[in-house]
């Protein structure tokens, strides 16, 4: 304690500093209670214990900085959280997407930071290239081939950006696509204010030429980082889900279109051919026909008479009597077996995630999952709970067209990055039916757009210049409501490039709305094609 | 010239009593170790304009500069050490035998406050004055205030002596938040008058220390003494325990109604601390704790912002974009910037032109400096307020009475306590309170109510003994001048 004292220097002695404690303990200072000054523990001592305290708690600081500064410096450093790695995850210059002949989709601009953000080469390429935007991610193509654009694929280029984010040590890739930009507008431009779909194809590679979905929108202000809040919030709101990529994502039902999927299980299983007449089907077209208690009711086709239709003139006349009959007899089990290789009942191997047709809602007593036969009867006309989504009859008139064999559909042809350049090949799915099956079809398909009484139906789908073949459809939906307007087909009849989708909402009957659609695309599709 | 003509003008000039004769005094190990933190400042300095230099030169793609011996923001740093030298020139002149670490130490943290607000982007703060500009504002307003006390408060009478009204002051500024204060982040911190707006909490804290001071040392004879025997338990006199009681509940208050978990922390903390100075009795400490523990229980689960911070504390990873944003990136900081940082200027990358932080300036600078001066520096930073801490214990030590004593040690304790909630919380020790880090984060209530601190800890290490100094008494520098001309 005197030591402390000298090592005070010329500090006058404090009355409670530990150097004056034991005097006052020794001798009780008068004036003071003997009682507690003889207890008293000095302020002095006090002060230590809690400047030890303190230290200690300081050292706890050194450790838990040490902590994370040395032994998880690495790991957290390197974690896509990290803010150097989002930061130079956001300098990333994606690479563009272009058409298939090369014109710009989507390219980069920067902002008053100096980042990048997206634009767009139209608003027609809402509902398959889709956006990235920092804030709400990415959809569509931008979303499935993200790796490839961005450049960041692995962990490993993660680290190289940790180190050096400045730079650009990514690789990012260019994508070229299927898709005929001059072909999108157009399907956007016919499609108009309806909403919509549209899906072309070239049904011998599975590359699709377009893919539109309306109502379209401003995909530039998604992207635009000053107005991507308020357009998303807009966008979100709007009833009539604009964001919904229908061609992939929308379930439809699909009305008389869907008959190609039953002819295709009916003649492939043999359950009929193309002479099967049913004796009691043009008395049917009057009164309906009597199956298990229910009535499958027609009429859409007076023309034809009392004549027992064949499969060809069914298909021309669209005639649902013939159709149910059909279904029934090749069995739910047969038709389940050609929906599936079709693509039903799976999500379609796609580039963009796609919602599942269905051509019952399952949990029947009959195989495939019909509840009845009644439910098989109404399926094989494309009511009942047939549900389907415009990319899934697309492919269905594309296998038609391609002699009973489905390719795979895709939406890139090539990438492009520092290494060079990355084919993506067709391939195909399978042989649905026979080639010959195929051309029956294909020819019934081809009176439906063009014989006498087809005509009246699909008249709009018609062209001068090349021959189309196609099967337009009505979907029935809740009485006193518009039906649906489908057409499927493909063109030229004889040597098919393109199979086309047309659905247009809630619009009428095949005729009125979706074959014309279909009729003036496919031209559009002639002069590109004759470019 | 003769030193003598200088001490005769001052005389002169400065007021004279019979009992105080100002004579400058030389301050050496003050001028010294200020001459090193304007050396570490200018260096910073550099630093930093070094690093915007190279930046530049790769947004422009153009070579690198190679005359990189350029200041950023030259005017800012060079006013703020004119201002740390002209406290220094105003103590000097004083006379007075006060402690010359004290000022070097908060100039440096200061310094290093302002080139991190130099370095983060100006318009952080949402106001129109330019970050920087306005945190020297305060720091330059701060030091005045250093000056202003370590000159000027000779006796400590007015301090003591109304230590109920000061208790008032406090319970009113307090109440007066309650009620008219508005919210920041969620928490009722702030309070306008006029054209001012500040934070009570800052000088409140003054305040209870003072108060605390006043009351503990007029009723420590009975705290130490008495006790109740509660069978074979002796416990601490209860009717004392009532202050501890306000207190709890004041901390309380101050979390419910405020939503500001750090002061009250802060609060409670010091008040055991100083208790425990006061009393030597661990007991009151265990008890505090107890009672601490369960107030925090009750607060766990009643309210929803502090359980809230609790879980973000226990786990940040679980939700890293969302509620524990914040904390992740304050860690994600700390990793980046290892053991040697990556240089001021360097680190924080942006994101849409933002800092990754928010909070930066406020809450989080501690993080920044992590990233930015490593390991090593925050360390160094650490050890800054430990110094502080040192020097305000010893001066409580050495005090003439218990009082002084007691006051030292809380004002002393305040910044310890504060700088350790604020990096514990950073660091992910403890749940994060917002709560500023003393002389280093933006703002004018924290900066003023710290530089009061350490102005009043200048002005309550004067070593002297009554009476004061002989008037004749040679200074320091006329001694060593006597002795160099022997």
Redesign the interface.
Known sequence: MAGHERAGGSRPPSRFSPGARPAAHARPVSGMSPSWAGRRIGIGAALGRVSLVLALAFGSLALGAGYWQVIESANLSNSGDDAAVIAAARNVLRGEIVDRDGVRLAWNKRDKNDEPYRVYASDSLAGVIGYSTRQFGASGLENAWNAQLSGVVSADPLRELTRKFRADPSDPESVRTTLVLQLQEAAAVALGRNRGSVVMLDPRTGEILAMVSTPTYDVNAVANPDTSAATFKKLQKDKRSPLLPRATQGLYVPGSAFKIVTSMAALGSGAITPSTTYADQPAAERKGWLIDGFRVRDGHHPQTGSKALDYREAVEASCNIYFAETGVRTGSEALTQYADRLGFDAALPFDLPTAVSQITNGGGQLPGGFKDRVELANAAYGQAEVLVTPLQMALVAATIANDGTLMRPHLVLETTGKGGTTNVGRSAIGQVVSPGIAQEIAAAMRLAVNGDIGRIFTSGAALRSMVVAGKSGTAELDPGTSPHSWFIGFAPYDNPQVAIAVLVERSGGGDVKASPIAGELLRAWRTWAAH | MSVNTVTAGMRAVGRETPRFRITPRFRGRELTLLVIVAIALVAGSVSLGATRLFEAA??AETAPPTDILVLASPGLVLVYIAALFAVHGALVLAGRRTDQILLPTMGLLGGIGLLFMIRLPQDLAGRLGGLAQTQLLWLVIGLTIVAVMGVVVRNDVWLRRYKYTWAAAGVGLLLATFVFGHDINGARLSLTIGPFSGQPSELLKVILVVFLAGYLSENR?LL??ESTNLGPIRLPPLPYLAPMVVMWAIALAIVIVQRDLGAALLFFAVFL?LL?????RFSFVVIGLVAFVLGAGLLYFVFDHVRVRVDIWVDPFAD??GAGFQV??A?????????IGTGLGAG??????RP?IPALHTDFPFAGL?EEL??VG??AV?GL??VL??RG?RI???????FR??LA?GLS?VI??QA?II??GN???IPLTGITLPFVSYGGSSLLANSLIVGLLIALSE???EPLPPPRRPGRLRRLFDRGAA
């Open positions: 790769q947004l004879p130490v003494d601390l425990y100075v006061s009393t030597a890293p974009t992740v990136q860690l994600h900081a700390f990793a980046r910037g290892g053991l924080l990358p942006n994101i849409a032109g990754p992590g490593g390991l925050i360390l650490l307020y430990l801490v040192e214990l409580a030590s050495a005090a003439q009475d218990e004593a007691i040690a304790l310890g306590v350790f990096a514990a660091l992910k020790l070593r002297t003994r």
